[in-house]
């Protein structure tokens, strides 16, 4: 979702800001001064989801007897003791985000799981408002999670929608030091590990290379550094080399893999026929010359798409590739059905 995305965290068109808080009534005189404070307010408030900060309406001039008034006539609204929201502007998951960030410390910035959805990793849910102050003094912001770092590095940040964020190496690394269970205890804000693996899985489908989680752990990580023996982990077990599955069914087909102790197939592997590439597969045994594809059929309901797929299958049937078809109703339902089967299509294809 970077590089100017005008999307929301939840994939749906943003709305006309300029519509929106253009019905905000905020100018009960109609005088130059006030007008002043409107147009400022507004200004503010558009780039913030409708959510001003006392500092801010300070700095621009609006006095705390202006911002009385408008408390007093229903178009602001107190959250908390120093931020408040335009009262005709909508409620939403970013609005309650710039809450949390305008009442964290300075230089806070949008993190963990909050961030984790912005950048569309993972699978974490708007009710989650992750801030990340610098610093090591307590503070606690409103209506939010507050985390502390004291290594917030300039390019540990970047922005999204006008947001500030934490990047995704960054996100992933703050997402792994939550995977404890004496977080757990305490009640604070912790993770599965699958959680954590499937953001780091779907920050390396969607392109961002493997070294550059690599950089952040050797940057921030160290003994009883939270996160650190988590991120190890997950990026030993994939490699450089490694390349994200693309979807559900190919975690848990990956899963069922692994718990049976088949030996791991390559994923996301471009295979060739006789004369022409013929495209990516999504698990290939080389040697046995096996593909297996996972069948979601959640994309693949159009005639035309089943049509593709029958034409891909004789085209490597043709350069002399098995391909076994496998759902998600056959993996959850009967695994150990599906594993047999695949064994003894490798022990035929090995003696070919």
């Known amino acids: 979702m970077l ?20 019905t905000v009534p905020l100018h009960p005189l109609s005088t130059p001064g006030v007008l002043v404070h409107v147009a400022k307010l507004i200004e503010i408030g558009s780039r913030q989801s409708g959510v001003l900060h006392r500092r801010q309406l300070r700095a621009n001039g609006v006095s705390r007897s202006t911002v009385a008034r408008y408390v007093d006539r229903g178009a602001l609204r107190p959250v908390g003791a120093d ?29 963990h799981r909050s961030a984790a959805r912005i950048h569309g990793i993972g699978r974490f849910a708007e009710r989650h408002i992750d801030v990340l102050e610098v610093g090591a003094a307590p503070h606690l912001a409103i209506a939010s999670s507050a985390h ?11 922005e999204v929608r006008g947001l500030p964020v934490t990047t995704i190496p ?10 404890s269970i004496k977080r757990y205890r305490r009640g604070l804000p912790s993770l599965r590990l699958g959680a954590v693996a499937r953001a780091l899985d779907d920050a390396i489908g969607g392109g961002t290379p ?45 899963e069922v893999l692994d718990y ?13 026929g006789l004369e022409e590439r013929i495209g990516r597969v999504d698990f290939l045994y080389q040697t046995e010359r096996v593909v297996i594809e996972a ?32 759902t998600w109703r056959q993996l959850k339902n009967d695994p150990k059905r599906f594993v ?3 064994e003894r299509v490798l022990a035929a294809s090995a003696v070919r």
């Open 295 to 326: 069948d979601g059929r959640k994309n693949h309901t159009a005639l035309l798409d089943r049509e593709g797929d029958a034409w891909r299958d004789l085209e490597l049937t043709a350069a002399g590739f098995t391909v076994v078809r496998v």
């Open 210 to 254: 493997v070294a550059r989680f690599q950089e952040v752990l050797d940057e921030l990580g160290g003994r009883g550094r939270g996160g650190t023996v988590v991120l190890r982990t997950l990026l030993d077990e994939r490699g450089e080399g490694f390349v994200a599955t693309e979807s559900e069914l190919e975690d848990l087909l990956a």
């Open 148 to 158: 502390r770092s004291t290594t917030v590095p300039e390019h540990h940040r970047t």
């Open 83 to 111: 931020a408040l929201v335009l009262t005709n502007v909508p409620p939403s998951w970013e609005q309650r985000l710039w809450t949390g960030l305008l009442t964290a410390q300075h230089r806070a910035v949008i993190s």
């Open 260 to 272: 049976h102790r088949l030996p791991r197939p390559t994923r996301q592997r471009n295979v060739g």
């Open 170 to 179: 960054r996100t992933v690394f703050d997402l792994a030091s939550q995977v």
């Open 340 to 342: 047999t089967s695949l």
């Open 3 to 22: 590089g100017g995305d005008s999307r929301r965290p939840d994939g749906h068109a943003g709305a006309n800001v300029s519509a929106t808080y253009a």
